[in-house]
């Protein structure tokens, strides 16, 4: 099993929804958790940064995190077809390396 | 503007032949990392380095290695050894999550 999983889709959505990406991970010790939005070709960019439990809004994303359930999600509201990328999970424990999800595909119609 | 560089962003290898990919920060950041994507299997860590003079092997280093003389580089040399070498490599420099370059795409000619 891996320490991350991730849905690789592809997930396809109308302009204007909310899309709602999502991780689970098996490492309790897992503290800092971050999404990254990677365009064709291109390197990952840091979307969002949290650490520990909770929500963390920027914009028009929103994380959220559950250490109970070792869940994490993203969220997009008013998405837009230049959200369309592939989404990456990522989460590390206290100074170790960061473990990635192998990312999920999203498509925005318009 | 703070960032890393990566060069060439196309690279051609023939059979038997090492090449090496550059990798360049003006972050300050202490950690580098290389890695390597493939279709489908997300990012895997190559290698590491912590500090200058000092790297860590990752978890796919076989027919990989690098090099930490300065802060600001860490290129990543692919051997002979490495047996599928077609991929998309990206470096990265760590502060509060990753900073990533655009990457080279490496293929096997």
């Known amino acids: 099993q891996k320490e991350v999983e991730q849905d690789p889709g592809p997930l396809s959505v109308p302009e204007g929804a909310i899309v709602s990406l999502n991780c689970t991970y098996s490492?309790?010790?897992?503290?800092?958790f971050m999404w990254y939005r990677q365009y064709s070709r291109k390197g990952p960019e840091l979307l969002m940064y949290t650490y520990s439990s909770g929500n963390k809004e920027d914009g028009r994303f929103t994380a959220q995190v559950d250490k109970s359930s070792k869940y994490i999600s993203l969220f997009i509201r008013d998405s837009q077809p230049s959200d369309s990328a592939t989404y990456l999970c990522?989460?590390?424990?206290?100074?170790?390396?960061?473990?990635f999800g192998s990312g999920t595909r999203l498509s925005i119609r318009p | 503007d703070g960032g890393i560089t990566q060069s060439p962003k196309y690279l051609f290898r023939k059979e038997g032949q090492n090449v090496t990919l550059s990798c360049e920060q003006n972050l300050n950041h202490d950690a580098m990392y290389w890695y390597r994507q493939d279709p489908g299997q997300g990012l895997r860590l190559i290698y590491y380095s912590q500090i200058v003079n000092d790297f860590q092997k990752g978890d796919i280093a076989e027919g990989y290695s690098v090099s930490r003389e300065k802060k600001e580089s860490f290129p990543l040399t692919v051997t002979s050894a490495q047996k599928n070498p077609t991929a998309f490599y990206l470096c990265a420099s760590n502060s509060y999550g990753y900073t990533f370059g655009s990457g080279t795409r490496l293929t096997v000619v």
């Open positions: 990522a989460m590390s424990a206290r100074a170790s390396k960061i473990i």
């Open positions: 490492n309790s010790a897992f503290q800092y």
